[in-house]
């Protein structure tokens, strides 16, 4: 069965008593049922919708890995701007938009309790769930990250929420069914989760008389979910297009009345041509008939305000294709608010203007957070920093992620190994029991691959910082923050080839020019996808074009990868190879080309943060007064052409400086073209 589907875009219409048809086929409220003036006419109404996305349980200003408290984030902060929000107008409704209860070892400690006592959520409910709860949200969706720990986990998580949770795109996979012109059975179709809801406002106008408003949310996600959780979710629910989804149900609330239609999408924004199964669709949502205000998420970015000039898109006002939008950062450092003016006109209302913002949190340590909040976490939060200090091994030298994109470093070395470690194991016992009951049946060479997860994304403290010393579970979370499992891949020279061009689109292209200021990353870095492969040697340069893009799209002929060697020869196109990997990547993540679920041999059920773990305990059996984890330089960029002037961006812990090395020099005064990387420290590479 395939694990997506194609949506017919079906529009009910249901005749409903008190309602009437406009031109459009719109459902109306009939006049009689809103308050009117002396002179007939309602007042106008305006309506405030209020976001949080991406709070990644963030749910005090505090940095886990660190160990410190950070007012830069934190939902505990962002609480302060949404009292505000709702004092300023009590019309108003409150929306979270998803990747709420995973990302922080707070979230991890409590599936780790859940796993010892399935109980555990239904006697204590999830932390970030009650803190919703408590901030009286009006609905919430789902994000791609709410499948991480399985969906018997989500369905505990969530049935512990005070209001509704929205996805309309995702369905069980048990009752899925084709009528007989091979189109979608929704009325067998059932879907996995409540897709819309239909919310009656009682709000006042600006005569102060009371109106009754129905406001039509919808919520969806990304469709690579399937690919992201595959071991989570294949053979149990298919997933369906975005944008068909939406212009399915969007008619569907109309017909049930909807005066104003919001789509929650935990989306980003691209000005890609339209595709099917798109994972960052708002700017094709938006031109969805019907639709009245979009609330997105996903891509860890501020709107309006972060975004370079797209077609249709406005970074200014925040509208895309004319439709008022937002996307609130991550982690709470913003809240989103859509201001919607309406006005009844011809039988209904309509949304007459709008207004977008973001709002950044006050960072200032003397403000504090919100005190409920806090009290509501603090013995989750206690406990979350019990667990993560109990010593495992010992280092002898630091571990940091500050230039990982620049160079190889011991913070992709540790987790390399670990993986390497853990697998050669699984394959020697395999191959002594002469591959019976085992996946990894053939005596191949294994290679790994990793990625510097915190490379300075989600702002200049996301890099990883161990000092030496003892370690704990706070620092293998430090090393590696998703709660992935090991996946091996068997693949060809050639696939190891186009897997690290793939991997080098995350860098810029480099001109010989010496009068401009050129950046090593490209704006939409993703440090995720930024792989390096551990077994092979190899430069890249950044002078050639990208041989591909964001997407795994083909865009040229050029190589970045050059001398890719093998135990000191070139690589052999047909030598087949065991990679270790992730299963976000296994399952297709990335769009890395030759790589996803056709090519796995073996999903092993340790999660990979347990591999590391199990391997720097082993660490310290063989070295007792620490040890120092050595990488071994496999890869480098190729020396840029002389006098150019390229910087990057690193952490501002004063360590990282101190760590440049001779080929990194710490500058100031120059501007990045992103935004959101003011605050980060910059460096300009050596050139030849």
């Known amino acids: 069965m395939k694990t997506t589907l194609t949506l017919t875009s079906v529009a009910v219409l249901l ?52 160990n410190k408290v950070d007012h830069s984030l934190g939902l505990s902060r962002t609480a302060l701007l ?124 600006v005569n102060g008389n009371v109106q009754t408003i129905k406001v039509g949310v919808m919520g969806v996600n990304p469709p690579q979910i399937m690919q992201w959780d595959r071991r989570n979710l294949e053979g149990k629910v298919v997933v369906a297009d975005m944008v068909e989804a939406a212009e399915h149900y969007i008619p569907e609330m109309r017909a049930k009345g909807a005066d104003l239609v919001v789509i929650v999408a935990h989306s980003g924004i691209t000005g890609t041509p339209q595709e099917p199964f798109m994972e960052n669709a708002a700017l094709y949502l938006a031109q969805v008939k019907g639709l009245d205000a979009l609330l997105l998420g996903h891509a860890h970015k501020a709107f309006p305000g972060e975004y370079p000039d797209i077609p249709l898109v406005n970074n200014k006002e925040g509208k895309i294709a004319g439709v008022p939008a937002v996307m609130p950062g ?86 390399s190994d670990a993986q390497k470690w853990h697998i050669d194991q699984v394959k020697e016992d395999c191959l002594k029991a002469n591959g019976v009951g085992c996946t990894l049946k053939e005596d191949l060479p294994v290679l790994s691959a990793v990625a510097p997860f915190r490379g300075g994304r989600n702002g200049p403290n996301d890099f990883t910082w161990v000092k030496a010393g003892d370690i704990s579970l706070r620092n293998v979370s430090d090393l590696y923050v998703f709660p992935n499992t090991l996946q091996v891949v068997k693949v060809n020279g050639e696939t190891v080839q186009e897997w690290l061009e793939k991997s080098a689109c995350q860098y810029s292209q480099i001109v010989a020019d010496t009068s401009k200021e050129q950046w090593l990353l490209v704006d939409d870095f993703r440090p ?7 077994g092979v040697q190899y430069k890249i340069d950044i002078t050639q074009p990208a041989r591909y893009n964001q997407d795994g799209k083909k865009i040229n002929d050029s190589h970045r990868i050059i001398g890719l060697t093998y135990q000191g020869k070139p690589i052999d196109p047909n030598q087949n190879f065991y990679v270790v990997t992730n299963n976000y990547r296994g399952s297709g993540g990335g769009n890395f080309p030759g790589v996803d679920s056709k090519v796995v041999v073996h999903e092993d059920p340790m999660e990979t943060r347990e591999v590391i773990t199990a391997y720097v305990k082993e660490m310290a059996k063989t070295h007792p007064a620490g040890f120092e ?60």
């Open 15 to 66: 005749l409903l008593s008190g309602c009437n048809s406009n031109s459009n086929g719109e459902q109306t409220i009939d006049s009689k049922s809103v308050a009117t003036t002396s002179n007939g006419a309602p007042g106008d109404v305006n309506l405030r919708l209020i976001e949080t996305s991406d709070i990644h349980s963030n749910l005090l200003g505090f940095d886990y890995y660190q």
């Open 82 to 205: 949404i009292h505000k929000a709702r004092e300023e107008n009590a019309n108003n409704l409150l929306i979270d938009n998803g990747d709420l209860i995973q990302g922080t070892p707070l979230s991890d400690y409590v599936f780790a309790q859940y796993k010892g006592d399935t109980s555990y959520l239904k006697k204590l409910g999830h932390p970030a769930i009650n803190a919703l709860n408590l901030l009286k949200y009006d609905v919430a969706n789902l994000g791609n990250h709410e499948f991480n720990y399985g969906l018997d986990y989500l369905a505990d998580a969530e049935g512990g929420a005070n209001y509704p949770v929205l996805n309309a795109n995702v369905f069980d996979a048990r009752d899925f069914k084709l009528d007989s012109n091979g189109k979608v059975d929704w009325k067998a179709m059932p879907n996995r989760f409540r897709p819309y809801v239909l919310l009656d406002r009682q709000v006042k106008d």
């Open 330 to 415: 991550v982690a709470g450092n913003h809240l989103g608010v859509i201001d919607l003016k309406l006005t009844h006109k011809d039988g209904r209302w309509q949304v007459a203007s709008s207004h977008s913002e973001l709002r950044k949190v006050d960072k200032s340590m003397d403000v504090p957070g919100d005190r409920q909040i806090e009290d509501l976490i603090q013995t989750t939060h206690d406990a979350t920093n019990t667990w993560l200090d109990v010593p495992i091994s010992s280092l002898a030298a630091p571990i940091y992620s500050f230039f990982s994109a620049v160079r190889d470093d011991a913070s992709l070395q540790v987790v």
């Open 528 to 534: 995720y996808n930024l792989d390096a492969i551990k």
């Open 629 to 688: 984890q050595k990488f071994d330089n496999n890869w480098s960029l190729k020396p840029l052409p002389a006098g150019v002037k390229v910087y990057t961006y690193s952490s501002t812990n004063p360590e990282a400086e101190k760590l440049a090395g001779s080929e990194l020099k710490r500058v100031e005064g120059v501007v990045p073209k992103d935004p959101k990387l003011m605050n980060h420290a910059f460096y300009q590479l050596a050139t030849q």
